[in-house]
């Protein structure tokens, strides 16, 4: 029987694509009033057409990154691409765009409200509904109005990438103090920054621009510049790790299961991965694959074994690392490897100086300008206090995973702690507040970690509609069940990652499967009673098989025929 839903109202908060496909699946389920809220003019989020810088190159390659209704084009002519066909942030960006003009723009209308950012969501009178107060951002607009709006239910999809986290001490403002003259700037804003850092390194002859962090932004800011012929140092403890070969991965391997039961995740449930991860001569296959990865990335770019470019996470027990692809002349760890951008690992920035950063081995840096890359902290901090929990420490304890695979871990990697509390995510599977779970009035996206962000998300948005919709799901008990669950998947991810901190950001990481994506996206559709493994395969073959968001295409449908509905009827 259908449901009318037309005389409620549902917001999805948005600054990145989760919030793209979450409003598209809810169109198709027949919701009524979908209305986005976004601080930018443009879709996007960290791929905003604002964003996105030269020579930008994702984790990912063409057809990856993509939702099943709206195909990837590839360059047109082929311009920038590698020999892997890398993707661009610049072909992010567009697509994004024209899945917004397609399919988030009913009769000519955007669904997308432009230019407003949430300041606070609150649960409305007599607990009922959602409260959103939300300030106008045009930057043409004199004055920045401010006003309330009312929804029934709400998806957040901040993402974790929009609230910068300045070390102490290491602010601009700190600069100033001390006498150092250059620009100061968060690795969020250096892009549209970038042409006062140019000009500031370009009127300092013989003084680098300091970069302070070895992530993804860090690498990619340093070879920008170092690009451009302006002498760099990038500053960090470790640098995280870069996989590269010399060749492109087959997609039976990049795109396949292959890679994600090589890799632990909380509960194993083929016979394939706990012969991999409970036996000794598993676990010493995991292991050698692993480590084969590691040196054959810096096989690839022919790194001596003393260089500081060996100084980086490891690729197995941290989360640090992106994937580079084939070798490029013009990447990261390219330009380091020849010499054209110094490294300073191993060592932290202890303050600013008149002459630009002192670190804590006491050597000083001069600096023509300063980029701090020194990641995100929670975007919910300001806007929502109810997506995380108190853990005490103890409670951790109850949970143990005696994997082979994830004996001995690397001295200094430990799972203990001496905190007498833990701040923690509180979302069950990263999606729904745990203590909120009954109340089928408020759902996360964005929040899963996840090496393929297009089919997470695509999935994550049917199981929220699904979920607000009230169909039959395997959920939890109760609150109690359901935070149950959210400190196993703390424990868990401090056993799988000692040395990661990931989930202080719960906004970015509130559940880390990371690799093992796959799995967890068919525990989701499981979850919804639909087919998983979606991907096909023999006991023999389905570990090969490409994983591809095309097979996601029938969700919508599947689910009306679940609930009885043909496929042209509409709530």
């Not at 309330?148 to 974790?160: E, H, M, N, R, Y």
């Not at 500031?200 to 170092?226: C, N, T, W």
Request: proline share 5%; charged share 25%; aromatic share 10%.
């Amino acid at each position: 029987m259908s449901r009318k839903l037309g005389a409620n109202r549902y917001v999805s908060s948005v600054r990145a694509l989760a919030g793209l496909i979450t409003a598209h699946v809810f169109l198709k389920d027949g919701f009524q009033n979908v209305q986005v809220i976004c601080r930018d003019s443009t879709v996007g989020g960290v791929w905003a057409r604002g964003r996105v810088y030269p020579d930008m190159h994702l984790n990912n390659v063409y057809g990856e990154m993509r939702f099943s209704s709206l195909a990837m084009e590839s360059t047109p002519d082929g311009e920038g691409t590698t020999p892997d066909n890398r993707l661009k942030g610049i072909d992010a960006c567009r697509y994004f765009e024209r899945y917004h003009e397609e399919f988030l723009t009913p009769q000519g209308k955007s669904v997308v409200r432009f230019n407003t950012e949430v300041l606070q969501i609150r649960r409305g009178d007599a607990g009922k509904g959602w409260k959103v107060d939300v300030r106008e951002t045009d930057p043409n607009s004199l004055k920045k109005s401010e006003e309330t709006l009312s929804f029934s239910k709400i998806v957040v999809c901040t993402g974790g990438n929009s609230a910068p986290k300045i070390p102490a001490g290491l602010s601009a403002s700190d600069a100033t103090k001390v006498g150092f003259a250059g620009p100061v700037l968060h690795s969020s804003e250096s892009w549209t920054g970038m042409e006062s850092i140019v000009a500031s390194a370009k009127a300092s002859p013989g003084k680098h621009v300091v970069v302070v962090g070895g992530g993804k932004s860090a690498q990619d800011m340093s070879a920008y510049l170092a690009n451009e012929g302006i002498p760099v140092t990038v500053v960090c403890s470790k640098l995280d790790m870069f996989i590269s070969s010399r060749a492109p991965l087959p997609g039976n391997i990049r795109q396949s299961r292959l890679m994600t039961v090589l890799g632990p995740r909380i509960d194993l449930d083929t016979r394939l991965e706990k012969s991999l991860h409970n036996t000794w001569a598993g676990s010493k296959i995991v292991h050698r694959f692993w480590k084969y990865l590691q040196d054959e990335s810096y096989a690839t770019y022919d790194i001596p074994a003393d260089s500081p470019l060996r100084d980086t996470h490891s690729l197995f027990w941290d989360t640090r690392y992106g994937d580079q692809g084939v070798r490029r002349e013009n990447s990261f760890p390219a330009l380091a490897a020849s010499g054209k951008i110094n490294l300073k690992t191993r060592v932290h920035v202890s303050r600013f100086y008149e002459g630009g950063v002192e670190i804590d081995t006491g050597e000083k840096l001069e600096a023509a300008a300063i980029i701090l890359s020194t990641g995100y902290r929670s975007s919910w901090d300001a806007i929502f206090d109810s997506l995380t929990h108190v853990v005490n420490p103890e409670e951790l304890k109850e949970f143990s995973w005696h994997y082979k695979s994830l004996h001995d871990p690397p001295e200094g990697m430990s799972t203990l702690t001496s905190e007498t509390s833990i701040v923690a995510p509180g979302l069950y599977k990263g999606l729904v507040p745990a203590k909120s779970i009954q109340r089928r009035d408020i759902a996360i996206t964005g929040a899963i970690g996840t090496a393929n962000i297009g089919y997470v998300y695509e999935v994550s948005a049917h199981w929220i509609s699904s979920y607000f919709l009230g169909e039959n799901m395997r959920l939890p008990g109760g609150p109690e069940e359901a935070i149950r669950s959210t400190v196993r998947n703390l424990a868990w991810m401090k056993t799988r990652y000692p040395r990661s901190t990931v989930w202080t950001n719960p906004s970015y990481v509130s559940t880390f499967p990371q690799l093992s994506w796959i799995q967890a996206m068919d525990d989701l559709l499981d979850d919804m009673y639909l087919p998983s493994r979606r991907s096909g395969g023999n006991w023999l073959t389905w570990v090969f098989r490409p994983v591809r968001s095309e097979e996601l295409l029938s969700l919508s449908q599947e689910r009306k025929r679940k609930r009885g509905e043909s496929d042209t009827q509409t709530r």
